[in-house]
């Protein structure tokens, strides 16, 4: 258990919080201490009060995560409901809080006739998540429309940086060290929002064919390899419906791992690796995963 003092903070701190309640996956242990923030300041001066040595994650809908069965031995700082503020700066601007989630934005670039960000739509997490993963759809990514982003350090202070500080490529983002980010400046073209709000629609629509949507997972568990798929290579490997524990290889698809009957994290990972190695020695390509994979084994 991590021996933090927490005098003045304002926001909600939870000790030995089920992860398995803050994933999509619905599995994982427990996180020590488990807090979200009233707000900026809050944040900072929790931060401010940690030791040194304490582990720290940052979590957003955990929706591309992995956290296994012996949990977190440190603090998650979740922003789910918190720093979820969206404005417009501008005619074409707006600025937007890492705790907002990817369909709210969506809804408010429509709703405001700014165009391009329909793809956020059908992403389950939230800013922060989108911009550490670089997440993105239907052809469209996250840092395409970065201006600028706020962050914090585990100290608790605050950095502004343009996005040309960030290099950015499919599902990777690398940049300052040892930073989190707190809010970020995207910028949309102007345009009809009806029709945004209609490409809105079919994007989900589309998505809901193609995916086990509304099914504990998270969303594709392999990135794509250079010039194929991972769904395409983990097919023809045989593996749709392979099951290990209460975890199974999507039969909708195939870069899909779903939690089809009380599976462990440890069900999940082990399917994750026996994918891997299946992958390897019939089509021999090494599939890297997009998940983060974190915590203790159970
Ligand atoms: C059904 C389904 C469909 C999906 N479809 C897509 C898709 O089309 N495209 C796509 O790209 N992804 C997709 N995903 C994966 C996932 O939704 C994205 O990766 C999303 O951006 C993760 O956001 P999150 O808030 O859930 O992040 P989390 O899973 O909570 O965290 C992911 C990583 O981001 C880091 N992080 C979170 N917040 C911050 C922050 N504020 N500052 C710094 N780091 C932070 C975490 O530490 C972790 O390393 C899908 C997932 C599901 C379940």
Not at 114 to 126: D, K, V
Not at 133 to 151: H, I, L, P, Q, R
Request: proline residues 3%.
């Amino acid at each position: 258990m991590a021996a933090t003092q927490l005098n003045n903070f304002r926001g909600d701190m939870k000790y030995n919080e089920p992860m398995s309640r803050h994933t999509s996956w619905r599995a994982g242990g427990l996180a020590d201490q488990f807090y979200t923030p009233l707000n900026e300041e809050d944040l900072s001066e929790l931060l401010a009060s940690l030791s040194a040595k304490e582990f720290l994650f940052w979590l957003g809908l955990g929706s591309n995560l992995l956290v296994r069965d012996g949990g977190i031995r440190g603090t998650v700082i979740s922003l789910k409901g918190s720093l979820s503020e969206i404005k417009l700066l501008d005619e074409k601007k707006i600025q937007i809080g890492a705790g907002a989630s990817c369909a709210k934005l969506a809804r408010f670039c429509s709703k405001n006739n700014l165009i391009g960000g329909e793809f956020f739509a059908g992403i389950p997490g939230l800013l922060g998540g989108a911009l550490a993963m670089n997440a993105g759809a239907f052809g469209g990514e996250t840092w395409d429309y970065v201006e600028s982003v706020t962050t914090m350090d585990r100290q608790g202070n605050i950095y502004q940086h343009k996005s040309q500080d960030y290099q950015t490529a499919y599902r990777k983002v690398t940049g300052p060290e040892g930073e989190w980010f707190v809010s970020a400046v995207l910028k949309f073209e102007k345009g009809d929002g009806e029709k945004a709000a209609e490409n809105i629609r079919q994007l989900l629509h589309k998505r809901a064919q193609i995916q086990p949507t509304g099914l504990p997972s998270c969303g594709s568990v392999f990135r794509n390899p250079e010039n194929d798929y991972a769904a395409r290579l983990i097919e023809v490997s045989g593996l749709k419906g392979k099951k290990i524990g209460g975890a199974i290889v999507s039969e909708k698809h195939a870069n899909f791992i779903i939690n089809e009957n009380n599976a462990s994290a440890a069900d999940i990972e082990q399917l994750i690796y026996f994918v891997q190695r299946q992958v390897k020695e019939k089509q021999g390509i090494e599939l890297q995963t997009e998940v983060k994979i974190i915590g203790e084994p159970g």
